[in-house]
DNA sequence: ACGGTTAGTCGAAACGCTTCGACAACCCCT
DNA sequence: AGGGGTTGTCGAAGCGTTTCGACTAACCGT
């Protein structure tokens, strides 16, 4: 393993002046510089990153801290990664993923102490994350996908859930539909005050409300048993209910199960949207979900480079950004099965039409 | 940040005795130890990453290079990390993952030759898989999770695809399915060489032979579409058949959909087992998913495991170990749907019974 | 013709740790 | 009593960079 002394010795210039052509720090004459390269190109040198790193105090890692529950990370979190995994790399930095779950707190306070990350992304943001304080008193900048209580003095990129379900409830309504159900996570979730459960809750009913309607939400467990007990629920609560808008990406298979076992087809009888959702799954179900898909790659992006860009500027630039969901029509909403006639609601359930299926 | 000499001078010992104290690479007094110790933990030390590895040249920090395509982790894939991650973790070593695709072959070189890793586990391996050169010239020791085609002098563990698939293809004969279709990845993956696809398929045709039956197989792209599409075919080529196998997660679900607009019912008319299945996924279907779950978790261990015995020990010890998959019974399989009269299948399409639906 | 910049280079001192050689003190055999 | 091991500790020499101060030479305006 070639090192810079070497490199220097064979291009006949001091080990500095080696240093000077790789950082650029220092004005080199080009055909210092020339020497040099090809010197590098011949050993085929690669500078040391432990002594980059030590000598420089940055290693030049930044860390995208994500919690792995066994439920897998789905194409939405996946995006996130290669959004910003991509974005590390062209700035010339690695990008390092750790699993540390919100549990060990120690764990990372020991990555954050050992001076290995310039600093951090955080994945999967608790309304109250003790990794936030935690990175903070290490003194590791952050950048936070998601949002925690109280975000003053904080850089965040998240999803603008307001805007998406305003966009997906006007979808609904656009075709018809008045009675409209929100399947969120579950109950204990929304209680914990995960943010994307609390924040699209918000959401839904100020839509609702926008739009003259009542808002009938269900929270569901994170399975597809989860989903269909949820749909049960609605229709007991709503037995008149035209639309399904759900945030629950597992169960939301339950609820379609359910719907197919009730003999009410999709989207002939209800119609269903899917919030925050990649493709790849939407194409999952028969037939494909109407989704908002989640700008994934492009948050990841972005939260690399605003944590870069407070790296290197050392500016405490509060970059706080919001990202809509898009909007992408598949097979699973259609027009309202009737106009409705009485929205008050009735308290039969009303004749359905169609054999079931699909 | 206190250093080591901060914590030497307040435990008045030399910094080589704390560095002893921390390594345990040379006996140390235990009252020496406890003040050093205390020291410590007053100053709230904790050991500079960098420095330690450009001292020692060993970073503890191992890589999980996963190629990372937009399909996203599924639960398989993210047990194998969690199981990883927490093996490392023991050990005290950091594991970092990284979204090296196979593509980009020089960015791995370069990760490699800055002596940042101690170590590699590389997910997904090909058959034919570059990164396993590009390592192994870097001299970078490896454990490979999955196999290439030719494994001599590589440490790998992987699913014991073989056993996995006579072991649900049992499941099937006993329940006295006699007429299977295989549903593999998509012809590209398999021409491609990518070894759970080759394996499988070997494995199938091994395990029909052995009940003196007939491998019908099918390759499916990896999606929905791909799975609707690749029913129809094994409906075409098989149109007595009863059971379907299925290896590719994403056209599963396209081809119960498939089953259902046929007003096929599972597992009435046809039974499904998954292969190299989460529990997750197999509970998203209606019914559950009879699948065999991979070993994620313990798969990821024992990569981990291996290789941090191989650098401890320096030993080139050729760790190579299977672990098969287990099968778990839920509700998409049941008895064949009636004797199987005439084994050598029938041209006509036999009346099905119920109605369709679930 | 002269101080004042600026461009280009060098040597040496960090950075915070590990590790090697040395050495004192002690213990155990014979 | 003297030699051979252990045990426990220290000082110093790295590890491969970056970075600081210093120096030379060339160039500027006056």
Do not use: W
Request: proline share 6%.
């Amino acid at each position: 393993m070639a090192t810079m002394h070497d490199v220097a010795r064979l291009a006949r210039v001091s080990v500095s002046t080696v240093s000077y052509v790789l950082t650029g720090t220092r004005p080199i004459s080009q055909a210092t510089r020339d020497k040099v390269l090809a010197a590098m190109a011949e050993l085929d040198y690669q500078p040391n990153a432990m002594a980059r790193g030590l000598a420089s105090r940055r290693s030049r890692i930044v860390g995208l801290l994500m919690p792995m529950d066994e439920r897998g990370l789905g194409a939405t979190e996946t995006a996130f990664v290669t959004g910003a995994a991509a974005a590390a790399s062209a700035a010339g930095y690695h990008l390092v993923l750790s699993p540390v779950g919100v549990g060990d707190l120690d764990d990372l306070r020991r990555l954050a102490s050992q001076r290995m990350l310039d600093g951090a992304v955080l994945m999967e943001v608790q309304v109250e994350d003790g990794r936030v304080a935690a990175l903070q008193e290490a003194g590791v900048p952050l950048v936070l996908i998601g949002r925690t209580g109280d975000t003053t003095g904080l850089a965040y990129v998240d999803i603008d859930f307001e805007q998406t379900v305003r966009q997906a409830v006007e979808h609904l309504v656009g075709l018809g539909h008045r009675r409209i159900v929100y399947v969120n996570h579950s109950a204990a979730t929304i209680a914990a005050g995960y943010g994307p459960a609390v924040r699209t809750r918000d959401a839904f009913v100020a839509a609702m409300s926008g739009h003259g309607l009542e808002p009938v939400m269900i929270p569901a467990e994170d399975s597809a048993a989860g989903g269909r007990a949820a749909l049960t629920a609605a229709l007991d609560q709503a037995p008149d209910l035209t639309a399904v808008l759900a945030m629950n990406e597992n169960a939301i298979f339950g609820i379609l199960g359910e719907l197919a076992v009730r003999g009410l087809a999709v989207p002939h009888d209800v119609s269903v949207v899917s919030m925050v959702t990649s493709p790849q799954v939407a194409e999952l179900a028969t037939p494909a979900l109407t989704a908002m898909t989640s700008p994934g790659s492009a948050l990841g992006r972005m939260a690399v480079e605003a944590l870069l860009r407070r790296l290197e500027d050392g500016g405490d630039d509060d970059h706080q950004r919001l990202l809509p969901c898009a909007l992408e029509i598949r097979g699973s909403t259609g027009p309202a099965p009737r106009p409705t006639a009485a929205a008050g609601g009735g308290d039969t359930v009303p004749t359905r039409s169609g054999p079931p299926g699909t």
